[in-house]
């Protein structure tokens, strides 16, 4: 065992859990203050990416409990009836636009097969995306790359996007950040409200499965 | 904390549990949202008490973000591939992911009222 392999997860969790505590000073979400700090000192120290991410890997293995762990907000949701059927079917659809805009797109670009294998599962949460995009011959480090911009980029702008569309109703918000913005975007919703988390937890589930779904659809065509 | 300490098994167990059904099928990824699928049907059934992985499943979802702070950080190392990829790469993540927000949030505005 190396210093990294301790270094790198410690650094990780006090950057995290300090901007944590600090979030009502500096009012930004904890995983873009930590995740920039550390990148600023991976770049500053001149870190090798392979130890780095040997280093990291344990991270991996809190994604899965994590996403099990939906199940109970979810749970509650349903019991107050606060998540109604037709967010299913608007699910579905969001699913098949998030997939067609990112292929049309890389398309009009002429980013090459192994491009659009990367990021056409880029809407799914990290936890399905990274190996779908493995599967299909995509690059797995751009797969979750792709989702972290994704999910960080919802997580800070989607809340403000959403006022300026007059978008209020705990539902609709919690629904958008989920399906739009994975992991990072719920855990921003879970900061508006519980209801707001309960329904990205759902949009973040039920999005990523029928989103994966999409893809493979979309292989077996011989659409990617 | 014992009580989060059993929740926390119990989560770990279901995931791991996913994983180890789907892997012998052949199936890269899934095992946690199979095991999430388990859990809901166990929670709805009643045959789990909620109780019993409340504290547990708080504590992570309050935490979602933590164990994604060292892959964000390690973008940094992405420079080449994103280079290679081209503008295309950064074009389709803002498309891809501006038209999931404005689609979901438009019509969940139209069925909330």
């Known amino acids: 065992m190396n210093v990294a392999s301790i270094l790198w997860p410690t650094v990780a969790t006090a950057l995290y859990v300090g901007a944590a505590v600090t979030r009502s000073k500096h009012r930004l979400p904890p995983l873009l203050v930590a995740a920039a700090v550390l990148a600023a000192g991976l770049l500053v120290l001149q870190a090798d990416r392979e130890t780095y991410r040997a280093a990291i890997r344990p991270f991996a293995w809190l994604l899965g409990p994590q996403v099990v762990a939906l199940a109970v907000p979810l749970e509650r949701e349903r019991r107050r009836g606060g998540v109604p059927p037709e967010s299913l079917p608007l699910l579905a659809g969001s699913a098949l636009v998030g997939v ?125 | 904390m014992r009580r989060i300490a059993v929740g926390a098994a119990i989560l770990f167990a279901f995931s791991l549990g996913g994983e180890a059904l789907l892997r012998p099928l052949g199936f890269a990824s899934g095992g946690p949202l199979l095991g999430f699928f388990a859990l809901s049907l166990l929670l709805r059934s009643g045959k789990l008490p909620l109780a019993l992985v409340e504290d547990a499943a708080n504590l992570g979802v309050r935490h979602l973000a933590y164990p994604i702070v060292g892959v964000t950080a390690g973008a940094v190392f992405e420079g080449d591939a994103l280079a290679d990829a081209g503008p295309g790469f950064a074009a389709a993540i803002v498309a891809g992911t501006l038209a999931v927000l404005l689609f979901v949030a438009l019509v969940a505005k139209r069925l909330a009222r």
């Open chain 1, 100 to 224: 067609l805009a990112t292929l049309g797109t890389l398309r009009a670009f002429h980013a090459g097969k192994v491009v659009e294998r990367t990021i056409a599962p880029r809407a799914a949460t990290s936890a399905l995306s990274i190996p779908t995009a493995s599967a299909l011959g995509g690059s797995p480090s751009l797969a979750a790359l792709a989702v972290a911009l994704s999910g960080l980029g919802v997580a800070v702008v989607g809340p403000w996007v959403l006022t300026r569309l007059g978008t209020r109703s705990p539902l609709a918000r919690g629904l958008a950040l989920g399906s739009a913005g994975h992991l990072a975007a719920t855990a921003s919703a879970y900061e508006e409200s519980a209801e707001t988390g309960a329904a990205a937890s759902y949009a973040l589930v039920v999005h990523g499965v029928l989103t994966t779904a999409v893809v493979w659809l979309l292989r077996a065509c011989a659409v990617l």
